[in-house]
């Protein structure tokens, strides 16, 4: 039988707003990402949803972002390498307060909007991620998009790194994600179960011009900000359970 992650980005509010159902989807998923305040998220969201992750069981990870609250986090911004680190470590320390005191941990590490797409293929600040997740826990996982420098230079210095794949976004045929802004971004909410049927089990994905992505992911994301997104995570995993695959968080216990 197949084993898969299944992760959603929650506490996704700030105030008196909230974007995201992390209630509900915590019932669902198998691994919590958790703003940790730079793109979105509060102390009392953060606490909530360490609370409801470590009664439900799920793995907490922390959703690390560019300090941009106002832009949720999906702007780029060349940042210093040593001060994204410092950025990086504050991020992780807050929400692993919050974990600790609801009896759990945070277990990994995720980078956010532009910072994920920017750690693809930006060298400097890849390293400066790598740094600060070594320098605040070497035993802390990453989760990251598969052939990014970020995954490549987390595994030369001996993180264990997780491939993650999207439900709701396309690809490109190098196996990038689509640009918010272009054609194509975004994936037909039909077409959500069957796609994370294919990459669990045959490690594939149609790229936006039909040809097939190597996908070989440990974990599956379904964005918890996207309209729908409860609906569509419990499709996705009743997809995959009825195709056979199990569900868990990839961290060690």
């Known amino acids: 039988m197949s084993t898969i992650d299944l992760n959603a980005d929650l506490g996704q509010g700030f105030g008196r707003w909230s974007l995201t159902d992390d209630a509900g989807l915590l019932d669902v998923v198998t691994s919590a990402n958790v703003a940790c305040g730079f793109h979105a998220g509060d102390p009392v969201t953060m606490q909530r949803v360490c609370r409801l992750a470590a009664e439900r069981g799920v793995a907490i990870g922390a959703q690390v972002s560019y300090r941009d609250l106002a832009g949720f986090g999906r702007r780029f911004i060349d940042v210093e ?56 826990d070497g035993q802390l996982d990453v989760l990251g998009l598969p052939g990014s420098r970020w995954l490549a230079l987390a595994g030369e210095v001996g993180l264990r790194t997780v491939a993650e794949g999207f439900v709701d976004r396309g690809y490109t045929a190098q196996g990038t994600l689509v640009p918010r802004s272009e054609e194509g971004a975004f994936v037909e909410e039909s077409a959500m179960p069957a796609r994370a049927v294919r990459m669990a089990r045959e490690c594939l994905v149609d790229a936006v011009d039909g040809s097939p992505v190597p996908a070989a992911v440990e974990s599956l994301c379904v964005h918890g900000d996207s309209p729908g997104a409860l609906a569509n995570a419990r499709a996705v995993r009743a997809a995959l359970e009825g195709a056979g695959v199990r569900l868990a968080a990839f961290v060690a216990e």
């Open 81 to 136: 390498p040593a001060e994204l680190t410092a950025d990086v470590i504050y991020q992780i320390g807050a929400l692993e307060a919050f974990a600790r005191a609801a009896g759990t941990r945070v277990s990994y590490v995720k980078p956010h909007g532009a910072l994920y797409n920017a750690v693809v293929h930006h060298e400097a600040q890849a390293a400066a991620l790598v740094a600060a997740v070594l320098s605040y």
